[in-house]
């Protein structure tokens, strides 16, 4: 259950609505939320058994502030999308992420596949089919950073999540294409 701290304020409003919309995408799948919800943010968190794979799901917005030496400065806001997956296989290690420097050290089928900033890293041998695939779900997804060792999965998104749903099948196509 998502607790929402009631105030008359268009940025409650905004994300109250997006909080709804991601619970009633995901009770589709018959999947039970927590969290908060209040003018400043949210977190909704889930959890998602899927064929002995543990997805854990956490959707968040915060603010943080800076000290400003002259004058009022404004809040940043943050909003993202952070997913956890147990009941991997423990021998495979991939790394995805976004560096110009760790690109550097990529194969050209990599560099010809991706755009920059993002470079990949496996351990094991891999086809330009499977990186033409996995590629195409590191963009549609807006992944910045992926991970895959010791049987755990995790994954960063730094922007907001409309599709839930879309996001899971994604993750499954990764996790079954390695």
């Known amino acids: 259950m998502i607790n929402y701290e009631q105030v008359e304020s268009s940025f409650f409003d905004a994300n109250k609505s997006y909080c709804e919309t991601i619970e009633s995408k995901l009770k589709t799948l018959n999947l039970e939320c927590s969290g908060f919800c209040n003018a400043y943010g949210y977190e909704v968190a889930t959890t998602y058994d899927m064929n002995g794979y543990v997805f854990h799901l956490r959707f968040h917005k915060h603010q943080s502030t800076q000290n400003a030496v002259i004058g009022a400065q404004d809040a940043i806001d943050y909003a993202g999308v952070e997913v956890f997956v147990h009941g991997l296989s423990k021998r495979l290690k991939v790394i995805v992420g976004r560096s110009m420097f760790r690109r550097l050290f990529c194969g050209t089928e990599i560099k010809e596949t991706i755009p920059e900033p993002y470079f990949m890293k496996f351990s094991h041998p891999v086809d330009k089919n499977f990186i033409d ?46």
């Open 133 to 178: 695939n996995f590629s195409k779900c590191i963009l549609n997804c807006q992944i910045a950073k992926l991970t895959i060792k010791y049987g755990k999965l995790s994954c960063v998104i730094h922007t907001q999540t409309l599709d839930p749903i879309h996001l899971i099948t994604e993750i499954k196509k990764i996790i079954s294409s390695i």
